[in-house]
Nanobody, 114 residues
């Protein structure tokens, strides 16, 4: 059974930092591109960043230079370090493979106040 469990969200003031984590199960983790996605209120879910097994990364223009994605293939985990957070980063953050499948987790809420 494919499962993604996200954690690490919270409330932070503008300019602050948070580190999100995601543990994946039910997949051969090292074979997959892993991605972070987010959904803000009344908006479509959007791609944030992804990382291939070897470590190469890609970022959405809105987060490039502020967010860093990383992975630990031995622990089936993927992380998202978020620095210089802005109110527009407020959203529920999800991890999934890239491109995503239908097995979305509960996500973790990130709220950035101005």
């Amino acid at each position: 059974q494919v499962q993604f469990v996200e954690s690490g969200g919270g409330w932070v003031q503008s300019g602050g930092s948070l580190r999100l984590s995601c543990e994946a199960s039910g997949i051969i983790f090292r074979r997959y591109i892993m991605g972070w996605y987010r959904q803000a209120p009344a908006k479509q879910r959007e791609w944030v960043a992804d990382i291939i097994s070897g470590g190469s990364t890609n970022y959405a223009a809105s987060v490039k230079g502020r967010f860093t994605i990383s992975r630990d293939n031995a622990k089936n985990t993927v992380h998202l370090q978020m620095n210089s957070l802005k109110p527009e980063d407020t959203a529920v953050y999800y991890c999934n493979v890239g491109p995503p499948n239908e097995h979305w987790g509960q996500g973790t809420q990130v709220t950035v106040s101005s």
